[in-house]
């Protein structure tokens, strides 16, 4: 077991720059749990940034005197295997030539742990035995919502899902300084910034491709190694091609109704293979499941859904000529985090239901030259079934607002982005 290779602090005393890279918000907010007994769980899809960002927080370890080099161990699942146990005892013979200390605490990051073989119960065990051990584990997957990971690890972890940039943090990557209390003033450089933003999902790797690498690097490096190999090295899956073809019907039509008796008609296997594999791209954070909203979320549960594609660059990848009306709606699904849609029995459709301590807000995106009052009707006919002050639709550039006795309908630009966050702050799950 090549650990040398692994922590090259060790030699060199700070992690090398080239690992470390650009720092983002999300590490200085992680360090806060540095210093708890409990241990820390990284989850996100592939290539979000879940190893870079466990070396800025090793770095940041080593930088801010909270341990030497040879107190923290990094080692990874992806392309190596090899037992916990293992990992600890070639530290303790090789590396530091003793046991471990338990007058002092030792950092152990284990990355893409889900490809240990029942790893929920050996990290618990590392983490019952060695109470000097301040366990750090990273996985592509939904870990998060396993329940065998909540039953066996209870009272033992926090959890943090690492996401891709985000449209702010997008643009302080790519040096772009857009002033957001003068959206109108920018309005072309904001418009230009999400198209591009929609089409690289904010991947780190991939701000700097052109369009024929970014597709390469989505299907090629991303979508097809999920979905050939680490899906099925967690599930006993009959056809990965079956799995990528739900992919792309995803990516061809985002927020269409998941009907598995009509899919699996269309692509030719049983509804029950096709909602099973629905949930493995669930389980792999590649898909968002949307509920019918009802004020009984039991009721929604069991009730019709809809499905995108967790990012816009995906779809971009997989069919560059989308239309842009169904991109954007994807994108605001996603980065609303949105949980439900609306679809009554007479089909009166609403895209996204947002939730929280206030209530219920319907949005609707109409991306067209003019949006009309008439566009609002399904809004408001909700917000009167529900007892909803306020509705949103999101325009291409018409703003203005529609009203029905004390009911409300504001209508606002997408590129007017902080505007739109700041109306919907109160519903967003942050």
Request: net charge neutral.
């Amino acid at each position: 077991m090549d650990l040398v290779t692994y922590n090259p602090w060790w030699r060199e005393g700070r992690v090398p720059e080239v690992l470390v890279g650009k720092k983002r918000r999300l590490t200085s907010e992680l360090f806060e749990y540095m210093d708890l007994r409990q241990m820390l769980i990284l989850f996100g899809l592939r290539r979000v940034g879940k190893t870079t960002t466990i070396f800025q927080l090793i770095d940041g370890l080593l930088e801010r005197g909270k341990a030497n080099p040879y107190q923290v161990i990094y080692f990874s699942f992806d392309e190596e295997r090899g037992g916990i146990d293992e990992i600890l005892s070639a530290y303790e013979r090789e590396i530091i030539k003793t046991d471990l200390p338990r007058d002092r605490r030792t950092y152990l990051f284990l990355d893409e742990v889900q490809k240990l073989q029942g790893w929920p119960a050996k990290v618990k065990t590392i983490y019952d035995m060695y109470p000097s051990v301040k366990l750090c584990i990273s996985g592509s997957a939904a870990i998060d919502i396993s329940r065998g990971v909540k039953e066996s690890l209870a009272g033992r972890f926090f959890e943090t899902r690492v996401e891709p940039l985000d449209f702010d943090e997008y643009l302080e990557f790519s040096g772009d300084e857009i002033d957001r209390t003068k959206e109108k003033v920018f309005e072309l450089r904001i418009r230009r910034s999400l198209e591009e933003f929609m089409a690289n999902g904010g991947f780190i790797e991939a701000l700097e491709f052109d369009e024929i690498k970014m597709s390469k690097y989505f299907k090629e490096g991303l979508l097809e190694r999920v979905i050939y190999r680490d899906l099925p090295e967690s599930f006993r899956i009959g056809s990965p091609d079956l799995l990528m073809r739900c992919v792309r019907v995803c990516a061809d039509k985002p927020g269409m109704l998941l009907d598995y008796k009509n899919l699996g008609r269309d692509l030719g296997h049983d509804q029950r293979t096709i909602a099973t594999y629905f949930s493995y791209l669930e389980y792999s954070l590649l898909v968002n499941k949307l509920f019918n909203y009802s004020p009984n979320l039991l009721t929604s549960e069991k009730k019709m859904k809809k499905v995108y594609l967790s990012s816009t660059a995906f779809s971009k990848a997989l069919f560059p000529g989308i239309d842009r009306h169904a991109l954007i709606e994807q994108f605001f699904a996603n980065v609303l985090k949105a949980r439900f849609f609306s679809r009554t029995p007479q089909k009166e459709e609403v895209d996204l239901v947002m939730t929280g301590e206030v209530g219920v807000a319907p949005v609707e995106v109409k991306i067209r030259s003019e949006v009309k009052k008439r566009d609002a009707a399904a809004l408001l006919k909700f917000l009167h079934r529900h007892n909803a002050p306020r509705g949103y639709i999101i325009s291409d550039r018409t703003e203005t607002t529609f009203s029905d006795g004390d009911k409300l309908v504001e209508v606002i630009p997408y590129w007017m982005y902080w505007t739109l966050m700041g109306k919907l702050r109160d519903f967003l799950d942050e």
